[in-house]
């Protein structure tokens, strides 16, 4: 679509052409790039009644092997955003716990868990040095299951580490690499701090105009080249009405949507 968009100034005949079937041309890629991206919303947030491997099932077999330690002191790119999440649909003792506390811990108990996978299912080579690793990182997760309470529950999670397909998937991430455009605010990465451009994106251009989901924390829309996101800041900080224009058109609408996904 985006190409479409680019033969309209290549001559008045083109502009005109594609004015005239615009219509049809963009119908059918507004309604399936949306009904695309508001499905993934609606599986990537629906966390009600998972527990926090089928959370990790979720989101490790889609995106891939996430890292989880900040990098330059920036917050983990995916993580953060998906456990706070999760805690926000969780039981009241543990949602009544500081969300920057229930973070830290949890990604501490994922990077456990994911040491004790990755050496018994994906590392190549084990050396005495990971074998060592792992096992202590499993004594500590079966120490914090260890009571007569959680005992059953340490035994689930035994069983579920000895499944080596535990987090197959598409994994996205891991063959195209962590994505590098986005245009709502995410952790993890450089956004530009204007306030003018954030609200008439979340709330104008993704809200009103693409009809899509509001994001909660930690995740967002991303495109895909640097061209659709200077566009879209371009269309959203505009003062004069011929460039606001564009965020108006349905042409615009559908290329961007062809290129919008969910991280």
């Known amino acids: 679509m985006l190409r479409v968009c680019r033969l309209r100034g290549l001559s008045r005949f083109f502009q005109n052409l594609i004015d005239r079937h615009e219509s049809a041309l963009v119908k059918s890629t507004v309604k399936s790039h949306r009904a695309r991206l508001t499905a993934r919303h609606k599986w990537l947030t629906k966390v009600e009644g998972l527990n926090e491997i089928d959370i990790m099932h979720r989101y490790f077999s889609y995106y891939g092997d996430?890292?989880?330690?900040?990098?330059?002191?920036?917050?983990?790119?995916?993580?953060?955003?998906?456990?706070?999440?999760?805690?926000?649909?969780?039981?009241?003792?543990?949602?009544?716990m500081n969300p920057d506390l229930f973070c830290e811990l949890m990604v501490t108990w994922v990077n456990f868990f994911?040491?004790?996978?990755?050496?018994?299912?994906?590392?190549?080579?084990?050396?005495?040095?990971?074998?060592?690793?792992?096992?202590g990182c499993w004594e500590i997760i079966e120490a914090t299951f260890s009571s007569d309470r959680h005992g059953e529950r340490a035994e689930v999670i035994r069983a579920r580490l000895q499944d080596k397909n535990l987090f197959a998937g598409p994994r996205f991430r891991d063959v195209y690499g962590s994505p590098k455009y986005p245009i709502t605010p995410r952790n993890g990465y450089h956004f530009p701090r204007c306030p003018t451009?954030?609200?008439?994106?979340?709330?104008?251009?993704?809200?009103?105009v693409l009809g899509l989901p509001r994001l909660w924390r930690g995740l967002a829309y991303f495109v895909k080249s640097c061209r659709m996101q200077e566009l879209v800041y371009?269309?959203?900080?505009?003062?004069?009405?011929?460039?606001?224009?564009?965020?108006?058109?349905?042409?615009?609408?559908?290329?961007?949507l062809e290129e919008m996904f969910l991280f």
Do not use: W
Request: a negative charge; hydrophobic letters at 40%; one cysteine or more.
């Open 234 to 256: 371009a269309a959203c900080t505009a003062k004069d009405r011929a460039s606001t224009q564009r965020m108006e058109s349905p042409l615009f609408q559908a290329a961007l």
């Open 197 to 208: 451009y954030n609200a008439v994106c979340r709330e104008s251009l993704v809200g009103k």
């Open 114 to 135: 994911r040491t004790c996978h990755n050496t018994m299912h994906e590392a190549a080579v084990v050396t005495e040095e990971m074998h060592d690793e792992a096992r």
């Open 66 to 96: 996430i890292c989880l330690d900040p990098v330059g002191g920036a917050e983990p790119p995916v993580v953060n955003g998906l456990f706070l999440h999760a805690e926000h649909h969780s039981p009241e003792s543990v949602g009544a």
